[in-house]
């Protein structure tokens, strides 16, 4: 989960100014944590919440959501989501939106099993997100992260997507001069996962992701959470990152990592 919120800060400052190299300084105080971190807290939060059989957890996902995100007005909420948080009657409406695959990795680090990583990201998804394709970006990015973790080869991992998800059939440079900013999970997710695909490092794979252009901050939180589970996060990154966190934040990244310790 910290590397999704690396790649969010890292990527932040080239939201609405994308470059096109891997050469940039990853922290400047340009940077800022935006809603991607804030949702992924969030679940992580009503993961934690939640009953040990994830009967309730959709309904903890919406309480976590609202608690943890209201304070943050002016994080860079989409427009249906900002009045989906403020609401006092929060529905699902039909997304496909890529925020129900930035906010999800803490379902894919928590699971025991592939089928729970699957399950627990869709019931976080569909209290807004619950048009097939979001549910399906986020369940990508889930079964990436537990496949990582359980020991999968890099090339084994991309078998799966391409078979289950997205067809893995282009490269990074092929799409750099072209690709554009995209808030839907079918033009983010594949394109976040490739970063990952033709990484050499956790680093890297963030690179990757911002050089691209298009949502810089959400491709490169979702390449973050997967590049995370493979590779691991350099101590000296995840610091840095934190110092990003106010300390009501931080404090559910930290409890998160002790939940994580106490129940793999």
């Not at 891997?22 to 944590?33: N, R, S």
């Not at 998804?125 to 549910?135: A, D, F, R, S, W």
Request: one cysteine or more.
């Amino acid at each position: 989960m910290l590397g999704a919120i690396i790649g969010d800060i890292a990527g932040s400052r080239f939201e609405f100014d994308n470059i096109r190299h891997k050469d940039f300084e990853l922290f400047t105080p340009d940077c800022m944590a935006t809603d991607d971190s804030i949702m992924t807290l969030a679940i992580a939060q009503a993961v934690m919440d939640s009953r040990t059989d994830g009967s309730d957890l959709g309904e903890k996902a919406v309480q976590a959501m609202q608690r943890i995100g209201r304070p943050y007005p002016d994080c860079g909420y989409g427009g249906h989501f900002w009045g989906w948080i403020y609401s006092d009657n929060p529905r699902p409406y039909n997304s496909f939106g890529n925020g129900a695959a930035m906010r999800v990795s803490a379902c894919g680090f928590a699971a025991h099993s592939l089928e729970e990583a699957l399950a627990t990201a869709r019931a976080v998804t569909e209290v807004t997100h619950n048009h097939p394709e979001g549910l399906k970006g986020a369940q990508a990015v889930a079964a990436a992260i537990w496949l990582a973790r359980s020991g999968m080869s890099m090339q084994e991992i991309r078998g799966v997507i391409d078979r289950e998800y997205y067809p893995m059939d282009f490269t990074l440079d092929e799409i750099r001069p072209r690709y554009v900013f995209n808030e839907t999970c079918q033009q983010t997710v594949p394109q976040a996962l490739m970063a990952f695909f033709e990484s050499t490092g956790f680093e890297d794979a963030i690179r990757n992701a911002v050089s691209i252009g298009g949502d810089s901050d959400t491709l490169a939180a979702i390449t973050g959470s997967v590049a995370e589970a493979f590779y691991g996060v350099p101590e000296e990154l995840g610091e840095r990152a934190k110092g990003f966190l106010d300390e009501r934040l931080k404090g559910i990244l930290e409890s998160f990592q002790t939940f994580l310790n106490e129940n793999q």
